[in-house]
């Protein structure tokens, strides 16, 4: 019996302490309003203090971003940072100078600015370089790999009738050509001729020895 | 343009690389009959058909698919390219199919004709099922792309697969030729085991009878195994090895293997007692001193050592 009331005693007594606390801390909260504060964004404070920074600053960072995605945020992210630094966005030179901070390691970034790309490098000291991007001419179309399999080689094709293309088959296959080598493209009538005489010559279908 | 482009979705066989396929009797007769075919395509028009140009091969792995798609590539003067199905399927729900209508849109460029060759064709045309996942829903979306890029196709197709079975029936319909590849038979054997073993050479009995020992082997298998004896000949020297015939035999075949599932063929079966490694000669000769010093009576080339152009 006596260990149920002291559970039950012990309990009122701490909910009592609870209300106490509150009451005290809406009495912080109404001196702080009295002196002027805002105590939404004092609550709001307290809110964020009891976060782990990283975690704070990527939701403010996505926040940030949502905003600005949505066309809440005059200026983004970037140039309100700019801002903050200091960085007068107007001026090319501290704009240069701003972003050298932001070169990546073994790195560069290329700005435009003041009508002139510029190109922002970081060597393998750490030490950031800003050089003027001259235009290079663009880069012939094609690569020079797949160019290596277009332009290749058009095979000499013999100028000849279909019925010395069938003899030119017939002399392949007897000087031991692959007859794979036929010489006539696709959609030439003298392929076919070639191919026949080739397989004439050699006494098989061409498909391997039988 | 198109094969520039092209070449994302496989890699491109140009005629010249081709080799001679080995091939039974039969598939040769049938292959022959379809090259004719695609060069009377003007004969054929004029009596109102097509020459026919979608075929699918099936067959177990390494029995020269891919070599004879190649070939017939080749034959008819045109790059192969060899579709690679990882970079044809993707992640993302709807981007294979239209990675399928993208690479059909660029192989029927007909400025630029090439033979389109899907390998593992299994990986892209399985079976539509009922939809009772959205994956399920998915795959169907994408075998009814392929088969109304297929249907629509001007140029050629040849598709490969290991399993026919597991191919949608609809898909499948819509190849005109369908060719099984088997595995070679004692002369095909033969014939691959004195390729591959070139330069070296065996007598025709020796020969004849290792390939039977190879029964069931498939030509990559015998190719490994060539492959595997002539790097023996070259590096066995350097490492110091045993090069005796039943060392060097044991050596080859204990590093290449038929796979589980297809059987072993005789020469795994037995090793190096197999009598058809008794019947080598030792060291093996290369093949142009067996026609010389081949007795007279045996010196008619066909019968004694397989040549290959």
């Given at each position: 019996?006596?260990?149920?009331?002291?559970?039950?005693?012990?309990y009122e007594r701490l909910e009592a302490e609870k209300k106490d606390i509150t009451e005290e801390?809406?009495?912080?909260?109404?001196?702080?309003?009295?002196?002027?504060?805002?105590?939404?964004?004092?609550?709001?404070?307290?809110?964020?203090?009891?976060?782990?920074?990283?975690?704070?600053?990527?939701?403010?960072?996505?926040?940030?971003?949502?905003?600005?995605?949505?066309?809440?945020?005059?200026?983004?992210?970037?140039?309100?940072?700019?801002?903050?630094?200091?960085?007068?966005?107007?001026?090319?030179?501290?704009?240069?100078?701003?972003?050298?901070?932001?070169?990546?390691?073994?790195?560069?970034?290329?700005?435009?600015?003041?009508?002139?790309?510029?190109?922002?490098?970081?060597?393998?000291?750490?030490?950031?370089?800003?050089?003027?991007?001259?235009?290079?001419?663009?880069?012939?179309?094609?690569?020079?790999?797949?160019?290596?399999?277009?332009?290749?080689?058009?095979?000499?094709?013999?100028?000849?009738?279909?019925?010395?293309?069938?003899?030119?088959?017939?002399?392949?296959?007897?000087?031991?050509?692959?007859?794979?080598?036929?010489?006539?493209?696709?959609?030439?009538?003298?392929?076919?001729?070639?191919?026949?005489?080739?397989?004439?010559?050699?006494?098989?279908?061409?498909?391997?020895?039988? | 343009?198109?094969?520039?482009?092209?070449?994302?979705?496989?890699?491109?066989?140009?005629?010249?690389?081709?080799?001679?396929?080995?091939?039974?009797?039969?598939?040769?007769?049938?292959?022959?009959?379809?090259?004719?075919?695609?060069?009377?395509?003007?004969?054929?028009?004029?009596?109102?058909?097509?020459?026919?140009?979608?075929?699918?091969?099936?067959?177990?792995?390494?029995?020269?698919?891919?070599?004879?798609?190649?070939?017939?590539?080749?034959?008819?003067?045109?790059?192969?390219?060899?579709?690679?199905?990882?970079?044809?399927?993707?992640?993302?729900?709807?981007?294979?199919?239209?990675?399928?209508?993208?690479?059909?849109?660029?192989?029927?460029?007909?400025?630029?004709?090439?033979?389109?060759?899907?390998?593992?064709?299994?990986?892209?045309?399985?079976?539509?099922?009922?939809?009772?996942?959205?994956?399920?829903?998915?795959?169907?979306?994408?075998?009814?792309?392929?088969?109304?890029?297929?249907?629509?196709?001007?140029?050629?197709?040849?598709?490969?697969?290991?399993?026919?079975?597991?191919?949608?029936?609809?898909?499948?319909?819509?190849?005109?030729?369908?060719?099984?590849?088997?595995?070679?038979?004692?002369?095909?054997?033969?014939?691959?085991?004195?390729?591959?073993?070139?330069?070296?050479?065996?007598?025709?009995?020796?020969?004849?009878?290792?390939?039977?020992?190879l029964d069931t082997a498939s030509p990559a298998l015998?190719?490994?195994?060539?492959?595997?004896?002539?790097?023996?000949?070259?590096?066995?020297?350097?490492?110091?090895?045993?090069?005796?015939?039943?060392?060097?035999?044991?050596?080859?075949?204990?590093?290449?293997?038929?796979?589980?599932?297809?059987?072993?063929?005789?020469?795994?079966?037995?090793?190096?007692?197999?009598?058809?490694?008794?019947?080598?000669?030792?060291?093996?000769?290369?093949?142009?001193?067996?026609?010389?010093?081949?007795?007279?009576?045996?010196?008619?080339?066909?019968?004694?050592?397989?040549?290959?152009?």
């Open positions: 019996m006596n260990r149920i009331r002291g559970y039950v005693e012990r801390q809406k009495l912080v909260m109404a001196e702080a309003k009295a002196a002027g504060f805002d105590t939404k964004i004092l609550k709001h404070c307290i809110k964020v203090r009891t976060k782990k920074p990283a975690d704070y600053h990527e939701a403010q960072a996505l926040a940030d971003m949502y905003l600005s995605a949505l066309g809440m945020v005059v200026e983004p992210p970037l140039f309100r940072a700019a801002n903050r630094i200091g960085v007068d966005i107007a001026a090319r030179e501290s704009v240069i100078e701003a972003l050298k901070n932001f070169v990546p390691e073994n790195g560069s970034i290329v700005i435009e600015a003041g009508g002139a790309p510029v190109r922002l490098t970081r060597d393998k000291d750490g030490t950031v370089t800003a050089q003027d991007v001259v235009e290079r001419p663009a880069p012939p179309a094609s690569s020079p790999a797949s160019a290596g399999r277009r332009n290749r080689v058009p095979q000499d094709v013999p100028d000849v009738s279909l019925d010395e293309a069938e003899a030119l088959g017939v002399k392949a296959a007897r000087d031991n050509v692959p007859i794979i080598t036929n010489p006539f493209p696709f959609g030439d009538d003298r392929r076919p001729r070639w191919d026949k005489g080739w397989r004439t010559g050699s006494g098989n279908g061409g498909f391997g020895p039988e | 343009m198109a094969r520039d482009d092209i070449s994302e979705f496989g890699d491109v066989f140009e005629p010249q690389e081709a080799q001679e396929p080995i091939l039974a009797r039969g598939v040769r007769a049938a292959l022959q009959e379809w090259l004719e075919e695609i060069w009377a395509e003007t004969e054929l028009a004029a009596v109102g058909i097509t020459a026919r140009k979608r075929a699918i091969f099936d067959g177990k792995p390494g029995v020269g698919k891919t070599t004879l798609a190649h070939h017939l590539a080749a034959r008819l003067g045109l790059p192969m390219v060899a579709v690679r199905p990882e970079r044809v399927i993707s992640k993302y729900v709807g981007e294979t199919g239209q990675n399928i209508g993208r690479m059909f849109d660029l192989a029927s460029n007909e400025d630029d004709p090439i033979v389109l060759f899907i390998d593992e064709f299994d990986a892209l045309s399985r079976q539509r099922r009922r939809g009772e996942q959205a994956s399920d829903d998915e795959r169907n979306e994408e075998v009814n792309t392929l088969l109304q890029r297929i249907e629509q196709h001007k140029g050629f197709i040849i598709a490969a697969t290991n399993y026919g079975a597991h191919i949608d029936q609809a898909i499948w319909r819509r190849f005109d030729i369908h060719l099984t590849l088997e595995l070679p038979g004692q002369r095909e054997r033969e014939l691959i085991t004195a390729r591959y073993l070139a330069p070296f050479g065996l007598p025709a009995a020796a020969l004849r009878s290792i390939a039977e020992s015998i190719r490994k195994l060539c492959e595997g004896l002539k790097r023996q000949f070259i590096l066995g020297p350097k490492l110091g090895y045993d090069m005796s015939r039943e060392a060097t035999i044991a050596r080859t075949l204990a590093t290449i293997h038929p796979h589980p599932d297809v059987g072993k063929p005789r020469l795994w079966s037995l090793g190096e007692r197999d009598s058809a490694v008794r019947a080598l000669p030792w060291p093996i000769p290369l093949a142009d001193e067996i026609s010389a010093s081949a007795p007279a009576s045996a010196r008619e080339p066909a019968a004694n050592v397989v040549r290959l152009r």
